[in-house]
Each structure stands twice: as structure tokens, then as C-alpha cells.
């Protein structure tokens, strides 16, 4: 006997196109009387530096207070994974930390897009800088699918816009701006094959002052907005000046961007740096600007440092954008 199939009870299936309808949403954003709220997430990765102990920044950072303000409420969602390297050889090596790297920007993409979908402001502690590289492309589709578009504030002493093929150190930490750039992909696995995360013109690097010769060549041809450590009080104007048409700024505040007298704990410190001053000036200014719907703090190296110094001095330099 063969199997009936009783199609007069059989629930009816409704399959009727609906029009799509898109929810308006904007992203959160820190703004003076906001209630934004932050979640916060560590990023212990070490493996795009060539100092090892960056990877110990979510803690320092966290025991100086950076994501545990009273004003604005946060939420830490503890630390993503990052992978223990086995390697026993050096070429070995290279290539683990370059898989490690990259798996760790492709979890964050996620978790940075999915807290500002959320209606959160990711704060991300990282980490050396190559995580940028998922952080800041997370941030970017998000305020994309929102029908936005994204500024970021690159404050750094370096350009962070080496490829493969320039950097003089093969580290990832020193490429991640030309990657979402568009220069080049691999090893970003995330990228591979997407078209450019951020257009030359909706990036403003803040604090640069050491520029390898391949990098400046890049940052130059794309025509990157370059505000210098000794602009002092015109620091703030001169940076969002540069991001008028953009309506979201994300932060990338690699910790070197300081002078090396404030922030001594970071792999690779560069003389002549932003006071804490004139960057706290340019936090107060952008949480007045209301624009922020995310932020990272990066490079902080405890084993360099004394007496946690670097982080809490982020910490403090922070408290405009989120503080009282
Ligand atoms: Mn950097």
C-alpha cells in the first residue's frame, strides 16, 4: 500500500509575498545627555605585534577603569577567544600567527556589528592594532545597513597602512588601515574578496609622526586626512572638520598616539606625541559632536609599562567621551 496523503487537513501555507518593511533605526551613539549603552568586549590578541604583551591589555585596561564609568552604563561581555599558538619553528610560526590574527578579525566583525545592531556602542579593549582590521569593518556595515556612513579617527604615531609587500616588519599590527582600504586582503580572511570597508575620505588619522616610505606613499595617493600631534588646540576642529559628511565615528585610539612620557607601556613608542591634554580636548569634543557609535583602545603592553601607567592614562583621556 502506498502512502496517502490527506491533503484536506493538511495546515494551509500561506506564501503570499509581503512587501519588505525595513524598520527605521539609527545606531547608538555617546552624545551629552545620551543614555547609550556600551558593551564592552577584550580582545587579547598579541600575535599581529612583534613585542609580545599586548595581549595582556583587556586586563590592564580593565583594572584602570576603561569600560566601568558610572555615567554611562556598560555591559562586559569578558574576552573573545584568541588562539595559543603551537608552533615550534620560526616560518611556522609566522603562519599561525597570521591564521590567529585573522580568525580573531572575523570574530570581531561580528561581535562589534552585532552590538551596534543591538543598539549598543561596542568598546573594545584590545589587543595590538591589527584587530582593526574586524572592528572597524564591523562598525562600517552596520552603520552601512542602517543607510549611514562611517568616519573613523585614526589616532596613532604610525600609519598602520603598510601591505604585505612594504612593511619592513611582516608585522600585522602595522597593516590593517590599507586593508580596509582596500590595498590588499589576505591574510584578513574576512576581507578576502569584498570590495574596499572604508573610503580614503572618511579617514582621519590623529597624532601620526612615523611614517615607513611605502606607507606614506599609500596614505598620500589615497589622500588620507593627516592631523599632526602639534596642532594643540585646533587638534579637535581639525578632525572632525575632516569627517563633516560622515554620520557615525568610530575610534581607533592605538595608545603610541600619546607621547611616550604619558603612555610608556605600548611595543612600539614614538617621541613627540599627543599630549593627554589636547586628546582628552578631542574626546570631550566628540561626545559633544554626539556622532560616536564606537571605540577601541589598543596597544597597551603592561610588560613594558610602570605601575599600569599606559592604561590609566587612557583611562583618564577617555573620561570625557565616557564619563560624566
Ligand atoms: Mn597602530
Redesign the pocket.
Known amino acids: 500500500m502506498s502512502a496517502v496523503v490527506d491533503f484536506e487537513s493538511a495546515r494551509p501555507v500561506f506564501s503570499f509575498p509581503r512587501p519588505h518593511v525595513q524598520t527605521p533605526w539609527v545606531p547608538a551613539t555617546l552624545r551629552l545627555g545620551g543614555h547609550a549603552r556600551c558593551r564592552v568586549m577584550g580582545v587579547p590578541l598579541g600575535h599581529g605585534a612583534g613585542v609580545p604583551g599586548a595581549e595582556l591589555g583587556p586586563a590592564a585596561l580593565r583594572i584602570a577603569g576603561v569600560g566601568g564609568g558610572a555615567a554611562v552604563p556598560f555591559r562586559d561581555v569578558g574576552d573573545l577567544p584568541v588562539s595559543f599558538l603551537k608552533a615550534r619553528t620560526p616560518a611556522l610560526a609566522r603562519l599561525e600567527r597570521a591564521r590567529s590574527v585573522a580568525a580573531t578579525c572575523t570574530r570581531l566583525e561580528a561581535a562589534v556589528r552585532g552590538a551596534i545592531a543591538e543598539g549598543e556602542v561596542p568598546v573594545v579593549l584590545g589587543g ?2 591589527a584587530l ?1 582590521a574586524g572592528s572597524v569593518s564591523g562598525a562600517a556595515q552596520a552603520v552601512r545597513q542602517a543607510g549611514g556612513r562611517l568616519g573613523v579617527v ?1 589616532i ?3 600609519g ?1 597602512a603598510n601591505t604585505p609587500e612594504t612593511s619592513p616588519s611582516g608585522n600585522l ?2 597593516m ?2 590599507a586593508a580596509l582600504l582596500g590595498a590588499f586582503d589576505a591574510p584578513f580572511d574576512h576581507l578576502v574578496g569584498r570590495p574596499a570597508t572604508l573610503n580614503p575620505e572618511d579617514v582621519v588619522m590623529v597624532g601620526v609622526r612615523d611614517l615607513d616610505p611605502g606607507e606614506r606613499a599609500f596614505l598620500d595617493g589615497a589622500g588620507v586626512a593627516r592631523v599632526g600631534p602639534r596642532t594643540g588646540r585646533a587638534l579637535a576642529g581639525a578632525t572632525l572638520g575632516a569627517l563633516r559628511h560622515c554620520t557615525h565615528i568610530y575610534v ?1 585610539f ?1 595608545v ?2 600619546l607621547d611616550p612620557d604619558a603612555a610608556p607601556g605600548t611595543g ?1 613608542p614614538a617621541q613627540g606625541g599627543l599630549t593627554p591634554e589636547s586628546l582628552a580636548g578631542l574626546f570631550a569634543a566628540l561626545r559633544r559632536d554626539g556622532r560616536v557609535c564606537g571605540l577601541e583602545v ?2 597597551v603592553n603592561p610588560v613594558l609599562d610602570v605601575r599600569n601607567r599606559t592604561a590609566r592614562t587612557a583611562a583618564a583621556v577617555l573620561e570625557p567621551l565616557l564619563g560624566d
Open positions: 595590538d592594532h582593526a585614526w596613532d604615531a604610525h598602520d599590527h602595522g590593517p588601515l581607533s592605538d603610541d598616539g612600539t589598543v596597544e
